[in-house]
Every structure is written in structure tokens, then in C-alpha cells.
């Protein structure tokens, strides 16, 4: 059964760079053409899709958060990235790293980011 | 961006009460829409995909329909474990969105 899992630091500096990892486990990353998802929501809010990875490496941006996103695939170690430049407290959110097959079928459990000054 | 309206914002029902989110569309997302499940402290839960079918494991109670720019989640009988915070999604359109979510409280 596949699972993922997001991991990374739970605070970040303001300006500074946001770092998540999501691990695939149960199945290889790189089998069924999936795209490989990060979502964010802030506290008490609903939910922003902030892009995909494919496994080729291919990747499509919110326009919104583009110009400060960089995500990435590493199918060896079963891995996939998001970075978030420059950050603000406007970046504090749960960050989430899901499978999308159709919409969105499975979620890791999320990790609070919350950005410092 | 497609902005999707969710209404109403929250839904008071007792359990065994029939249940029906609307989810509204800017524009058509043909039949390009998810419905999630979202529990306190939890990740949402994918419950409908592609406006009316049923994930894996998802009970029969819950059904959607719709097409276009209206659709519609119904809970036929509402059971404990329901009462949670519901939310769309399209991916008709770059870049996808959710709705704000209704939440279903215990009456």
C-alpha cells in the first residue's frame, strides 16, 4: 500500500528558503505516470495547490507562488521536493504532498511550516 | 483561475438527516470535479472524483452529480464519522483550486 510522508523543518526564517522532502513508500514513484502534488493550507483556511512534479521531472507551478517555487523528483531514493523562496508569515500553512490520479487520492499527513521573523 | 463557491458555509443536520453540499463553478469545469472529506487535525480524504464517481472505499451514501458549472454532494444519511468540513476541487483549468469548504455540524 502506497504511502507518503512529508518531512522537513517546522520552522523556517523569514527570507529565508522552505525545505520539504515527501518519501514514497509501498510503490515506486516512477510507475503509473502519476503527478506528485504539494498543497498547502493556512491555519483555519482552505486549501492552495502549489504544483506538481512529474516523474520525468516536469513540473507546473501556481501562478500565484511560481516566481518562489522550485519542485523536483528524485526517483532512486523515491523522493520528491518543494522549495519556497523567500518566504513570509503568509507562508506559515500545513504543507501537504499527495498522488494525483485523477484527483488528488492520497495525502501524506501534512507538516506545519510556520515562518519566524 | 476558476473560482469555485461552495454554499452553505456551514450545515447544521442530526444524524440520519440527508445532506446536500453545492459546489458552483466561475466557469465550466465540464465534469472535472473532486470532493474531499477533511477531519480535525487530519488530511483531506478523497471521496468523488470526476463530479459522480465513488473512490475506493468511499460508502454508497455519499453520491455526486453535476456537470458544467453546478454540482452537488449528497450524504443520504448522515452518520457520526460525517461530520467534517467538505471541499471541492476542479482540474478542468490551470491552476487547480478548491472551494472554501462547508462544514457539516451536529445539529
Known amino acids: 500500500q502506497v504511502q507518503l510522508q512529508e518531512s522537513g523543518p517546522g520552522l523556517v526564517k523569514s527570507s529565508q528558503t522552505l525545505s520539504l522532502t515527501c518519501t514514497v513508500s509501498g510503490g515506486s514513484i516512477s510507475t503509473g505516470g502519476y503527478y506528485w502534488t504539494w498543497i498547502r493550507q493556512h491555519p483555519g483556511r482552505g486549501l492552495e495547490w502549489i504544483g506538481y512534479?512529474?516523474?520525468?521531472?516536469?513540473?507546473y507551478y501556481n501562478p500565484s507562488l511560481e516566481s518562489r517555487v522550485i519542485m523536483s523528483i528524485d526517483t532512486s531514493k523515491n523522493q520528491f521536493y518543494l522549495k519556497l523562496t523567500s518566504v513570509t508569515a503568509a507562508d506559515t500553512a500545513v504543507y501537504y504532498c499527495?498522488?494525483?490520479?485523477?484527483?488528488?487520492?492520497?495525502w501524506g499527513q501534512g507538516t506545519l511550516v510556520t515562518v519566524s521573523s | 483561475e476558476v473560482v469555485l463557491t461552495q454554499s452553505p458555509a456551514t450545515l447544521s443536520l442530526s444524524p440520519g438527516e440527508r445532506a446536500t453540499l453545492s459546489c458552483r463553478a466561475s466557469?465550466?469545469?465540464?465534469?472535472?470535479l473532486a470532493w474531499y472529506q477533511q477531519k480535525p487535525g487530519q488530511a483531506p480524504r478523497l471521496l468523488i472524483y470526476?463530479?459522480?464517481n465513488r473512490a475506493t472505499g468511499i460508502p454508497a451514501r455519499f453520491s455526486g452529480s453535476g456537470s458544467g458549472t453546478d454540482f452537488t454532494l449528497t450524504i443520504s444519511s448522515l452518520e457520526p464519522e460525517d461530520f467534517a468540513v467538505y471541499y471541492c476541487?476542479?482540474?478542468?483549468?490551470?491552476?487547480?483550486?478548491f472551494g472554501e469548504g462547508t462544514k457539516v455540524e451536529i445539529k
Open positions: 476541487q476542479q482540474r478542468s483549468d490551470w491552476p487547480l483550486t
Open positions: 512534479v512529474y516523474d520525468s521531472g516536469a513540473t
Open positions: 470526476d463530479a459522480s
Open positions: 466557469q465550466s469545469v465540464r465534469r472535472f
Open positions: 499527495a498522488k494525483d490520479e485523477d484527483a488528488f487520492d492520497l
